[in-house]
Structure formats: C-alpha cells, structure tokens
C-alpha cells in the first residue's frame, strides 16, 4: 500500500502528504515502502535506511497483512475452485477473470462459515500473529527513538472503510498494540467513520487502493 501498487507515483499517499506538508512546511517525503514487506520486513529497511537518510520522523503505514510472519503472503485455508495450487496459481498469472471467479467463492464460503481466512486467523491470534507484531513495533520504536527521534507515527490504511468489519477490527488491534509499543498512531476511527461504505480498490481485478 506505502509503495503505491498500480496507481502513478504522482498518487502514492506519500506525494499527496508531501504536497499538503510543503504549503506550511519546507519538506520532503521519502517513501521506502517494499512490495509485500511485513512487520519484520519493516523493521529492517528502518534499521537500514535511517542512518543513510537521517529523517526528522519515521510514518508507518499498517496493513492487515502485517501480522503475518516475513514472507507469508494473504491466504485462505484451502478454499476456492478445487484444483491444485500449481494450476491455480499458472490461471491467477493468465485470467484476470479467473482471479475474480476464485476470490469471488473463497469470500463466499468464509461468509457462508465454510472457511476462514488471514483475518480470521489474525483476530484469533493464530500462531502468536499479534504478539510477533507487537513485539516488531517494540523494536521499530526503540531503534527510532534511540537515534534521536520522536515517536514513529502510526497509519492504519484499509482497502475499504467498513466500519466493524473486520478489517476494522484488525486495525484497531493494531493501534492498541502500536500504542502500547510508544507509536503515536492517529486515530483509524476517523477513517472508518468518515468513509464507511466506501471501497478505494483500483479495479475489481486490482484489489490494492486507488
């Protein structure tokens, strides 16, 4: 979401802060966001870049999949159209259409309470998703704070603005955990409230935010 997947530069929300920051302040706006990096990820780009660009403050933008362990992408247990994940795979890199036809059955069969998905296993703590988070927000504050810096200021960012959904709820885990970790995080609920409803996908084939 920090790197911008499928929308110009020009409209990352990284050069949309900037351009609001620079009609009050003399600022620049370095975006370090990585496709699919995670907590852990995270928390080695800062400890690599922050010498090298010696910023006044570190923004980090959570996403659900943060929870995951490094390198663990999105998933639902073993739902979808019943062929093997060689083939599924092969047709998800091909068909536009296919990839809409199988994500279109796994979200029906978790909201038919047939499946469950990341979200699921995020809110349950599976595997300590929750503790290795918080744990990952310890460090990425400390090693911040440590160079001199303020607090890290925290973003949850969402796909779509349903407030109580569970993207939601996944947020609002991750602010408590933020919070209790010395992050100053703004208040999601500004989002949720302010743009229930609405959906910010690219396409219906591009499910990263416009």
């Known amino acids: 979401l920090t790197y911008g997947w499928g929308i110009e530069k020009n ?11 620079k009609e009050e302040y003399n600022v620049e706006v370095i975006n370090i966001g990585v496709n ?13 870049f922050l010498p090298e660009l010696n910023p006044d403050l570190i923004v980090y933008a959570f996403c659900a999949n943060d929870f995951l362990p490094s390198g663990m992408g999105q998933y639902s ?20 259409s296919f990839q809409v036809l199988d994500g279109g059955l796994k ?44 607090p890290v200021i925290g973003l949850i960012t ?7 959904s569970r993207g939601h709820r996944v947020g609002l885990i991750a602010k408590k955990l933020m919070e209790e970790a010395g992050i100053d995080v703004i208040e999601p609920d500004l989002f949720y409230k302010d743009y229930n409803g609405k959906y910010f996908s690219i396409s219906k084939f591009e499910g990263h935010p416009d």
Do not use: H
């Open 11 to 21: 409209w990352r929300y990284t050069e949309q802060l900037e351009r609001a920051l």
């Open 36 to 48: 699919g990096d995670q907590s852990e990820d995270i928390l080695n780009k800062i400890q690599r």
């Open 107 to 150: 979200k029906f069969l978790i909201k038919s309470g047939f499946g469950v998905d990341f979200y699921d296993d995020i809110l349950q703590n599976v595997s300590q998703y929750q503790s290795r988070f918080k744990s990952d927000m310890v460090k990425i504050n400390k090693v911040t704070t440590d160079n001199g810096l303020p």
């Open 158 to 164: 969402d796909v779509g603005a349903f407030y109580g």
């Open 77 to 96: 247990r073993k739902l979808g159209l019943p062929i093997s994940e060689k083939s599924k795979n092969y047709l998800n890199k091909k068909l536009r």
